[in-house]
């Protein structure tokens, strides 16, 4: 039996799962468990995906948030379920909470295998010697092994002392659910019908500082002010949303910025069947599943360094930029609009090949893999 644990579960978590409950090793020998059943680790937000289809989920606290509920709590309560269901390997959701020690912690007492699940960088945060010092005991007694997100993630974790395996693709999302989706929406929709710009740049996300949002709106003013004639649509909500639109108004881009709000999955298909390209500006992204999403869509990405997602995924299909070298985004915002529908369309196809590798199917292999070896 394998148990995958994370905090609360959005549509690429059940993704993954339902690829683990198919892989033919592991097919009727998978448990979800969701800790929290109300607002998860983004506060304010539930992003929780309700509808389960039948997979083997449960969740420990139904009703409760995951900022209102003390960490002791649902270390006890997932302590409690790990002896029920008495899993031998146990997929862990980082190392930096309570319940994910509890259950790594579980798996080594229980001599059963314990992987870590982890998409952290060097680069993510300031790092402080005695934090490190700290993280490289938990990492070397309490993990086998782990399943990042890429090349800088399994990088740190070497850092951090893991003597075990260290596999790749665990940030993966429904690539299909994408594909089928926006070609479906680019057959049978009529962008004007729906609202949206002739030509526009794509940003999903929430809007909150480490995005750069407002970054991302200076270089889009200044592409607009040299010419630029595409506009700008931003979807997401978050707490910067009031400053943003004002700062929209007094920079006059009104008419070429649209804030598209909080949108479901199914509803982003429309956004990203029709943008131009995607951009992902952030200051700071262990990851950034949206731009997996964009290129299963077949769009061009533009993606700052500071995603950790970005020496994995942009390769010859968009462009990477440093956030806060003046003029860099901007750049790539001009390159990409003067390129002809062949070009874009080149780089959007190069943008599904490479995610083709970064699939549910092939994060259940990987987990067989670990799953596979003796401890």
Partial sequence: MVAV????????????????????????????????????????FSFRAAERGGLPVVTLLPSA????????????????????????????????????LCAALW?????????????????DHRRVWWKEFVKRQIVRVL??????????????????????????????????????????????????????????????GRLASEKNVAGLIAAFADYRAGGGTASLVLCGDGPLRGRLMARVERDGLADCVRFAGLRTAAELLPYY???????LPS??????????????????????NRCGCAEDLVRGNGFVFDPEAQGELCSCLRKLSAMSAE????????SKAIIAQYSPEIWASEVAHLAGQRC
């Fill in 5 to 44: 644990i994370w905090t609360d579960w959005y549509a690429y978590h059940l993704a993954r799962l339902r690829a683990l409950t198919e892989h033919d090793r592991l097919r009727g020998a998978v448990v979800g468990i969701e800790l929290v059943g109300g607002c998860g680790v983004h506060a304010g």
């Fill in 65 to 100: 948030d995951w900022r209102k509920t003390l960490e002791p709590r649902l270390a006890v309560a997932l302590w409690r379920k790990l002896d029920e269901a008495n899993p031998s390997v146990v997929l862990v959701p980082g190392y930096h909470t309570l319940p994910a």
């Fill in 107 to 123: 798996a080594r007492l229980h001599r059963r295998r314990s992987v870590l699940m982890s998409e952290t960088t060097r680069a």
């Fill in 143 to 204: 993990f086998d092994s782990a399943i990042a997100g890429g090349k800088p993630h399994a990088r740190y974790l070497g850092e951090l002392g893991l003597h075990g395996p260290i596999r790749r693709a665990y940030d993966v999302v429904d690539n299909d659910f994408y594909a089928e989706g926006t070609a479906e929406a680019r057959r049978t929709l009529d962008r004007s019908q729906l609202g949206l710009p002739d030509d526009y740049f794509l940003f999903v």
């Fill in 273 to 279: 069947a029709f943008a131009r390209a995607f951009v």
């Fill in 283 to 304: 200051t700071r992204e262990p990851w950034g599943l949206v731009v997996n999403e964009a290129m299963a869509s077949g769009l061009p990405v533009v993606v700052s």
């Fill in 343 to 350: 070009e874009l369309q080149d780089m959007g196809n190069r």
